[in-house]
């Protein structure tokens, strides 16, 4: 008589098997991993631009809320451009009516400086400080699609004239001593113009 053992077929023996397969490639996927990474490079910004992740949370604060503001701008004047043959870049006080910040006065406009705003130009907005707190004194140039934001980083800077300024020109801000504001650590993304 043969006495012979018969192991179950209950897949035990290939479950070790494909744990251990996939074990391997997670482990051999890991050690890779930082191989296969592409490294962006880092642009030398110009001296008169600076990196949104070099502000303080007070001027990011404003930034976000002008980058909101500024798409809503650029509706109102493609809105006026279709109601009317010229179009109208949008008054502050059609802003504040309908409650754009940070044009409009209310708790978050005084924690942020009180900004006074004006409509210097076609589509260029100045926000002026008026207070010892919160963010700088800020330009929004809403020309383009994608806007262009200018802060005045110390006191030096010239502010714009609506009386005298009768052509914008990034130069002059420049000269003036403002900073413009670069997203992504690049200065010729889409997000700033070249000078």
């Given amino acids: 008589m043969i006495r012979q053992t018969v192991r179950s077929d209950n897949g035990d023996r290939e479950g070790k098997w494909v744990a251990l397969c996939i074990g391997l490639i997670l482990l051999v996927s890991f050690v890779l991993l930082p191989y296969h990474q592409t490294k962006q490079p880092k642009s030398v910004l110009l001296s008169h631009q600076v990196s949104i992740t070099d502000l303080a ?14 798409e809503e701008i650029r509706n109102l004047y493609q809105d006026s451009q279709l109601s009317a043959a010229i179009g109208q870049w949008p008054q502050i006080s059609e802003l504040q009516e309908f409650w754009i910040a940070p044009f409009v006065k209310d708790k978050s406009w005084e924690r942020k400086g009180r900004h006074q705003w004006a409509l210097i130009t076609d589509a260029i907005y100045q926000g002026v400080r008026t207070d010892d707190k919160g963010s700088m004194s800020v330009v929004l140039n809403s020309h383009s699609a994608s806007p262009d934001i200018w802060l005045a980083m110390n006191d030096n800077v010239s502010l714009l004239d609506a009386n005298t300024l009768r052509d914008f020109d990034e130069k002059h801000l420049i000269d003036n001593g403002w900073t413009q504001i670069v997203f992504n650590d690049s200065p010729n993304n889409n997000e700033s113009h070249n000078h």
């Fill in 57 to 70: 949370a007070e001027e990011i604060a404003m930034i976000a809320e002008l980058r909101l503001a500024h």
